[in-house]
């Protein structure tokens, strides 16, 4: 591997200032602009098997819940295996079924099924 012998690894399907956020989580045990950032840190969490950074994550999206973003939140936690994630979608579904169901990215959602 390339790797081994120069001692730099390549990433290219995660941004630079997420690289950095990741790495800044595993050093110094801190994240800044984690609202901003949490799916993106999400994937590269799961990718690199970050468990504690995927539960903070998760966590930081259960708080952001919206009706735009609940088809697509839905996709992301079973993508990443998140009981956590998909329970608190389900309840937030259940009480807001009318106004998630009409959104254009729920229509989507349901097209592409």
Request: hydrophobic share 40%.
């Amino acid at each position: 591997m390339i790797e081994t012998r120069s001692n730099i690894i390549e990433i290219n399907d995660i941004s630079d200032d997420i690289c950095e956020e990741m790495l800044r989580f595993i050093y110094c045990n801190e994240i800044k602009h984690l609202d901003i950032n949490a799916l993106d840190l999400l994937y590269a969490a799961d990718k690199y098997a970050i468990e504690n950074l995927k539960t903070l994550c998760i966590q930081s999206l259960i708080n952001t819940f919206t009706y735009e973003t609940t088809a697509e939140m839905l996709i992301r936690a079973n993508i990443y295996n998140s009981k956590l994630l998909k329970d608190n979608l389900l309840v937030f579904i259940k009480t807001y079924s009318k106004e998630i169901f009409a959104t254009e990215q729920w229509k989507q959602l349901e097209r592409a099924q």
